[in-house]
């Protein structure tokens, strides 16, 4: 059974810092794509980075030069350093796993709440 349990949400000022952790059980961490995504409400669900099973990295450019996306497949752990906040990036956050062949997450965690105040 796979599970991803994303941890490290909260309540920050614009301009703070959070950082995201994502614990991954049932597959093998190394051989899947890993990815954060974000949802606000009343919107679509969006990639905010994305690193894959060989190091390469993606960022939204909403994001880039904010956001750190890294992994340690020793932990099976994800990770998502957020610094300079804005009260943009508030949303659902979710951690999501796709295999090297497909387009689309094979699954998801359950999301954690960043809430950014002006």
């Known amino acids: 059974q796979v599970q991803l349990v994303e941890s490290g949400g909260g309540l920050v000022q614009a301009g703070g810092s959070l950082s995201l952790s994502c614990a991954a059980s049932?597959?093998?961490?190394?051989?899947?794509?890993m990815g954060w995504y974000r949802q606000a409400p009343g919107k679509q669900r969006e990639l905010v980075a994305r690193?894959?099973?060989?190091?390469?990295?993606y960022y939204a450019d909403s994001v880039k030069g904010r956001f750190t996306i890294s992994r340690d497949n020793a932990k099976n752990t994800l990770y998502l350093q957020m610094n300079t906040l804005k009260p943009e990036d508030t949303a659902v956050y979710y951690c999501?796993?796709?295999?090297?062949?497909?387009?689309?997450?094979?699954?998801w965690g359950q999301g954690t709440q960043v809430t950014v105040s002006s």
């Open positions: 999501a796993a796709r295999r090297p062949a497909v387009t689309k997450p094979d699954y």
């Open positions: 690193i894959g099973s060989g190091g390469t990295i």
């Open positions: 049932g597959l093998t961490f190394g051989s899947y794509a």
